[in-house]
T-cell receptor
Framework: RKEVEQDPGPFNVPEGATVAFNCTYSNSASQSFFWYRQDCRKEPKLLMS???SGNEDGRFTAQLNRASQYISLLIRDSKLSDSATYLCVVNDQAGTALIFGKGTTLSVSS | DTAVSQTPKYLVTQMGNDKSIKCEQNLGHDTMYWYKQDSKKFLKIMFSYNNKELIINETVPNRFSPKSPDKAHLNLHINSLELGDSAVYFC???????????FGSGTRLTVV
């Protein structure tokens, strides 16, 4: 099992749609979880941290399921500007580095 | 002010050459990193530096060497460049080792 796995997509949705991404991780002892966003030919940027109780930031909601070792990202009322690649990030088994998933590509169309 | 800045933005060079990429952060972070993103967009950690000490060194060729003159700078030196080194290299920093990273805008290296 890879350390961090994501469905690469692409997810093609219309504006206003709700879309959800899942990510599974292999290290049951992981403590650090994030979602990053990367636009084409740009650097990754932090979208949100993921907390055990789940957290929300505007249209974005992140959930953590430790028992099943997955995290999710829900985007409500999708905007054209949400089109990007979303990277799931978890700390490694040694607890010394963050491991980035390969990303899920989202394309929002009008 | 750019939080994490790296130069150059683009670098085209011939096989066998030696090159350096510079990185500076003005966030006061304790840890800096170098990542490599290949053509398949996979972002992989290369090095981490915490208070000038190398704390992670993934299995990268020893042709790659990080150098940190101070806490705010982490430069990447690459010797004897090979075609397979072509990629985008990102510098990043964070307050602590496993806290969220702030990335530089990347250096697109092309070896011909």
């Amino acid at each position: 099992r890879k350390e961090v796995e994501q469905d690469p997509g692409p997810f093609n949705v219309p504006e206003g749609a709700t879309v959800a991404f899942n990510c599974t991780y292999s290290n049951s002892a992981s403590q650090s979880f994030f979602w990053y966003r990367q636009d084409c030919r740009k650097e990754p940027k932090l979208l949100m941290s993921v907390y055990s109780s789940g957290n929300e930031d505007g249209r974005f909601t992140a959930q953590l399921n430790r028992a099943s070792q997955y995290i999710s990202l829900l985007i409500r009322d999708s905007k054209l500007s949400d089109s990007a690649t979303y990277l799931c990030v978890v700390n490694d088994q040694a607890g010394t580095a963050l491991i980035f998933g390969k990303g899920t590509t989202l394309s929002v169309s009008s | 002010d750019t939080a994490v800045s790296q130069t150059p933005k683009y670098l085209v060079t011939q096989m066998g050459n030696d090159k350096s990429i510079k990185c500076e952060q003005n966030l006061g972070h304790d840890t800096m990193y170098w990542y490599k993103q290949d053509s398949k967009k996979f972002l992989k950690i290369m090095f981490s530096y915490n208070n000038k000490e190398l704390i992670i060194n993934e299995t990268v060729p020893n042709r790659f060497s990080p150098k940190s003159p101070d806490k705010a700078h982490l430069n990447l030196h690459i010797n004897s460049l090979e075609l397979g080194d072509s990629a985008v290299y990102f510098c990043a920093s964070s307050q602590e080792l496993l806290s969220s990273h702030t990335f530089g805008s990347g250096t697109r290296l092309t070896v011909v």
